[in-house]
């Protein structure tokens, strides 16, 4: 196995015998050869669209593929070996369809290989193919063409999450045709993967723009939302992972059965959506980021339900309890589907549930773009007035790697009069701060999940726009945490909308060549955070600019 593709990938540089993650080896080679078969999918479909034949199917397939090789979703070598089955008949039936149509159907490796038969024989396979990246090519051009494949997986999960809730776009599925077919193409060269790194980020900004759509389309803008922190006695869910439509379909489920829902990582934010909200058995928050789950999911009294990454091996104490949905699998965990959630709510009803009442506080959730635009004047009002400085959005995600701690003293040195807006799972590193208001604006808001990172943007861009100037110069620093691929992606983004001077940590990405981070450097002025959040507050607002 090689795999470089997250954070926390063996000592900087990759997982080559053993995964961090706990993926095995066979798993991780299984995932290449998924990603190997999509190429040649994309291949095919490149022709497809050419002769008009319809490649919507092959575009969700080839996303649910891509999102299946995201760190922390699918560890079940049995169910990406179906994947890979089902990818050869998908090609067949490409194939047959172009020539049907009057297309010359490709050929190169991916588009015609067998798989082999048995889940064994396939590792074997995937063991010889190796890596989906030529790594034969020179190392800058294998470093874009991995930033890019990585920031595809991002899209890909994005774009499960829009399809799901009804939303499309044909441009999505063919950039993601031209990119996987370009990792075969020996002729592009730096500018090329250059073009196709910010083109990555450009189609992601377009995945999260109509995951938006679906998301509030579907169940309403989010509105501020206290959350409680506690818990009350009654028999428990625990959802975690990015789903809205699993979680809206586990609160329908469970509506008169006597059992609470609680969420758990990145499914906070889903408190604040009103067609969630209205449930009265949607209760609260437990536990706080995705790398703590062994600890709070074996404290957890109830049954759990993991719909999307980050899921980790699980433990023996909570095993028999958890069940994963969508993408998400793990040998011998049950799978189920959001159409029937009868044994996750039968898990519940057997267990004790909480038994006492605990208050742990609470958390204000809810500040998408929605919000914060509807008290747009009152912001920009106080920026004029000096009674807001700058605005940091510190966002990302978390991980077990101890130089996190920067993130929570940069919030919690960040300056009374300044602003944090924060989203995704790194918040956990200080969303309970109690960090006051700024003239009835509280001075941390909570604008959603990863992928509402769309929603971030919307609004520098609305205080850009009032302001008159670019976002660049607006008193606004980006200061990120990433981990897995959807942070590649999103930063991608922010790269294509040429957002300078943002801060990356809390290490830099090991696929990232010198070179490649020299241009990075040149081109928008990324740097890593520092050794010290005090100094970089510093560095950002001036001397004595520390709370
Ligand atoms: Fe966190 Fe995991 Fe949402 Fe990532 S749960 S680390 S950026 O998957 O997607 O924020
Ligand atoms: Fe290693 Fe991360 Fe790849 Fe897992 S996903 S094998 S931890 S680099």
């Known amino acids: 196995m090689f795999c470089n593709q997250c954070e926390q990938t063996s000592k900087g540089v990759a997982c080559t015998t053993r995964a961090v993650c706990g993926k095995s080896p066979e798993v991780a080679d299984l995932q290449d050869l998924l990603v190997n078969m999509t190429r040649g999918i994309a291949s095919v479909a490149i022709e497809a669209e050419k002769v008009g034949v319809n490649t919507v199917e092959a575009a969700h397939f080839v ?3 891509l999102f299946t090789t995201l760190t922390n979703v699918d560890f079940d070598a049995d169910s990406i070996a179906a994947k890979v089955d089902q990818a050869a008949r998908l090609r067949g039936a490409l194939k047959a369809a172009v020539v049907a149509a009057g297309g010359t159907v490709p050929t190169d490796t991916f588009v015609d290989l067998d798989p082999a038969v048995t ?20 190392e800058d051009i294998q470093s874009l063409q991995q930033t890019t494949l990585y920031g595809l997986k991002g899209i890909g999960a994005y ?6 809730l009804g939303q499309e776009d044909p441009e999505i599925g063919s950039y993601l045709f031209k990119a996987l077919a370009s990792l075969s193409d020996t ?16 189609v992601n900004l377009r995945t999260m723009e109509i995951l938006d759509a679906g998301n509030t389309g579907t169940y309403g803008h989010p509105v501020p939302t206290e959350v409680p922190l506690g818990h009350r006695p009654n028999k428990a869910i625990l959802v975690s992972g990015h789903d809205l439509a699993d979680i809206a379909a586990v609160l329908e489920q469970t509506a008169g059965k006597g059992i609470d829902v609680y969420t758990h990582g990145e499914m906070l934010p889903t408190h604040a959506y009103p067609e969630l909200k209205k449930h009265a058995h949607f209760y609260g928050h437990f536990g706080t980021a995705w790398q703590n789950q062994h600890k709070e999911f074996a404290a957890f009294p109830g049954a759990i339900l993991m719909t999307t990454n980050c899921l980790m091996p699980p433990k ?12 998400v699998q793990f040998a011998g965990i049950p799978h189920v589907s959001r ?15 909480f038994t006492d009442e605990t208050d742990n506080g609470s958390v204000l ?19 004029k007035q000096g009674a807001i400085k700058h605005f ?33 799972c790194g918040k956990f590193r200080f969303f309970d701060k109690q960090l006051g208001d700024i003239g009835g604006i509280p001075r941390l808001l909570d604008v959603g999940q990863c992928n509402d990172a769309y929603s971030a943007v919307q609004i520098a861009l609305a205080l850009a726009d009032a302001f008159d100037v670019g976002v660049n110069e607006l008193p606004l620093s980006i200061v990120l945490s990433w981990y897995e691929q959807k942070a590649v992606a999103i930063l991608l983004s922010l790269l294509y909308l040429g957002i300078t001077d943002m801060r990356l940590g809390p290490t830099l990405p090991a696929f990232i060549t010198p070179n490649v981070m020299q241009v990075l450097v040149d081109n928008f002025g990324i740097m890593p955070i520092g050794e010290s959040a005090a100094d970089d507050l510093k560095a950002i607002l001036g001397d004595g600019a520390v709370a």
């Open 63 to 65: 996303a649910d593929a």
């Open 119 to 138: 889940v064994e024989e396939k590792e074997a396979q995937a063991h010889e193919l190796g890596s989906p990246w030529d790594t034969t090519r020179d």
């Open 159 to 164: 774009a499960h999450h829009a399809t799901t």
């Open 187 to 202: 002729s592009l060269g730096l500018n090329e993967w250059v073009a196709l790194a910010l083109e990555c980020g450009k």
């Open 316 to 327: 023996d104490e909570y095993a028999g309890r958890l069940f994963t949905s969508g993408p």
């Open 339 to 353: 159409d029937d959630l009868s044994s996750v709510v039968a898990k519940a009803l057997e267990m004790d549930g």
């Open 365 to 383: 959730v809810g500040f998408g773009r929605n919000t914060v635009l509807g008290v747009a004047p009152q912001v920009i009002d106080a920026v």
């Open 392 to 424: 940091f959005l510190v966002g990302g995600c978390d991980g077990a790697k101890p130089g996190r701690n920067y993130y929570t003293e940069f919030v919690e040195q960040a300056p009374a009069d300044t602003v944090v807006l924060t989203l995704a």
